[in-house]
């Protein structure tokens, strides 16, 4: 039987190459301009914050918020989690930061609360959360207080988990921390072809934003921005404003084209996420709890995948599972997001560390998968894509 299931599915769609068309008709200027404003002023209304900043992949917008902080002055410690992508970590380590690990919650497939807390030291000046695959990762108002008062920066990768909620009405995931990522690849819950954006309140961190987008050049920052005004007096008599780099950055801007899938895709996103909810409501309902894990943290959550964690850590039912989903055409990524435990990864194995103390993440690592959920699923195609895998002895 072949159940044809891939990871994603028609997330860009003919109406958007049909607006492209008709924007593309008017022979405009294709490089960074008003479709990115504006792709930027839609998106900060629709996640409640004041500044977004559009850039070429969620990679990017990763590596900017480290070296925000790092412009800003700020060396030490980052949190991050041992499930996330490489560019949580890559960009934590390219501004010269010092990641420190913890293992994850298995309901929320986020950072682990207690362990956070018991590795908050004097050094500690960053706790970047990965949202996973559509739960939120914010596990109470204690947590977010108690790095508060420690004067600790609460950062937030949402490049999987956007429309998701904290407390479901407390506001929208990326409006808790200093400085939100987004990602608009293909895979996630809305595309631009490449895309991903920076997103926060404070206006300092966004004037740096759009300077390291645009090769760390001090116009990019508003005309009266103190960072460029300062910039322009200090260098008055040696450079020319057109060409002041601030920052030793690079491009990582993104295009016209990228802005007005964006915009038209927004228009559709809520209606996306709400069929993404109700689709992962009937794969909890149909999946057998015996041998797959369903206590997650569902509420508030929004997520364009399904993580198939095994229940136990059993090798041969793991390996019979795959061989099925591939004979059935069943398309899947073990290790959840980004692989799983990045501790496992070549790029930190000069970093020490002992399997036991991240006991969640090793099994997930092992022992999940996630599979795609997306709008386009009718409720009897995931009840047999669940029958299937319920049968899988
Ligand atoms: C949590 C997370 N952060 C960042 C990224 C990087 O996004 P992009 O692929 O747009 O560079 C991804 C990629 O899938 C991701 O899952």
Redesign the pocket.
């Known amino acids: 039987m072949k159940l044809n299931w891939s990871l994603m599915d028609n997330n860009i769609i003919q109406d958007d190459m049909d607006v492209l068309i008709n924007f593309l008709k008017g022979t405009p200027r294709l490089t960074q301009g008003e479709q990115v404003a504006a792709f930027e002023e839609e998106w900060s209304k629709w996640l409640g914050v004041k500044y977004s900043v559009f850039v070429n992949?969620?990679?990017?917008a990763?590596f900017i918020t480290m070296h925000v902080l790092r412009a800003c002055g700020i060396a030490g410690k980052i949190i991050v989690p041992t499930l996330?992508?490489i560019?949580?970590i890559a960009s934590v380590l390219s501004a010269g930061f010092d990641p420190v690990f913890v293992d994850i919650n298995p309901e929320t497939l986020g950072m682990d609360t207690g362990q956070v807390i018991d590795k908050l030291d004097e050094q500690t000046k960053a706790v970047f959360l990965?949202h996973v695959q559509g739960f939120n990762a914010i596990p109470n108002w204690t947590l977010l207080g108690m790095l508060n008062e420690r004067k600790v920066i609460l950062l937030e990768?949402c490049?999987?988990s956007y429309g998701a909620t904290f407390n479901v009405n407390e506001g929208k995931i990326g409006t808790f921390g200093l400085i939100s990522?987004f990602?608009?690849?293909y895979?996630?819950h809305m595309s631009t072809i490449?895309?991903?954006m920076i997103c926060t309140d404070n206006q300092g961190i966004y004037n740096i934003a759009r300077m390291l987008r645009s090769h760390g050049m001090s116009r990019e920052a508003g005309k009266d921005a103190p960072i460029r005004t300062n910039l322009e007096e200090m260098y008055k008599d040696s450079l020319t404003p057109d060409f002041i780099f601030g920052y030793p950055s690079f491009n990582f801007r993104n295009t016209e084209i990228g802005a007005v899938i964006g915009r038209n895709q927004l228009k559709r996103l809520d209606e996306n996420n709400a069929k993404r909810v109700h689709n992962f409501d009937v794969f909890l309902n149909c999946i057998d709890s015996s041998k797959y894990k369903t206590d997650f943290a569902v509420e508030g959550s929004c997520n364009y995948a399904f993580p198939l964690i095994l229940k136990e850590a059993d090798v041969a039912f793991r390996d019979r599972l795959e061989l099925a989903m591939k004979d059935a055409n069943v398309e899947f990524r073990r290790g959840s997001?980004?692989g799983g435990n990045q501790l496992r990864q070549p790029y930190l194995s000069n970093i020490e560390w002992n399997p036991e103390d991240y006991p969640n993440v090793e099994h997930v690592h092992f022992f999940g998968y996630y599979i795609g959920n997306y709008p386009t699923l009718t409720d009897d195609r995931i009840m047999k894509l669940c029958e299937f895998l319920n049968s899988v002895e």
């Not at 992949?57 to 990017?60: D, K, R």
Request: with cysteine; glycine share 16%; charged share 15%.
């Open positions: 992949s969620g990679a990017s990763n996330a992508w560019s949580d990965t990768d490049c999987e990522n990602s608009f690849y895979a996630h490449e895309g991903g997001s980004g």
